[in-house]
């Protein structure tokens, strides 16, 4: 089983950047999909973005559509998040995640989860 380890999370203020990585350990990123999802207090978990195993194909939500860049490295084992332009809304827990299975903005068909590094965006 991969292990996940998310970093790069804390305070900015309103139209800040943040760069979050997820470092991978005990296999190899390459056979996964990768995913960001995030969870507000009070909040249920909610999809971010995801990149196909051979990052290709990156969706994302919405509401970070134009603001947040996904991104792998699979020599360094480590996906990124790259978010410019945040807003007080953003803030919240991210969550990295691998899969198994097809690219897919659903947190059940991951099989991997990291711990969540917090981002708190103030206004």
């Known amino acids: 089983q991969v292990r996940l380890d998310e970093s790069g999370g804390g305070l900015v203020q309103a139209g800040g950047s943040l760069k979050l990585s997820c470092a991978a350990s005990g296999r190899s990123i390459v056979p996964y999909s990768m995913g960001w999802f995030r969870q507000a207090p009070g909040k249920e978990r909610e999809f971010v973005a995801a990149i196909s195993r051979s990052g290709l194909s990156t969706p994302y939500a919405d509401s970070v559509k134009g603001r947040f860049t996904i991104s792998r490295e699979n020599t360094k084992n480590t996906m990124y998040l790259q978010m410019i332009t945040l807003k007080p809304e953003d803030t919240a827990v991210y969550f990295c995640?691998?899969?198994?299975?097809?690219?897919?903005?659903?947190?059940?068909?991951?099989?991997?989860w990291g711990q969540g590094t917090q981002v708190t965006v103030s206004s």
């Open positions: 995640a691998a899969s198994t299975r097809s690219l897919s903005s659903t947190p059940e068909e991951y099989n991997a």
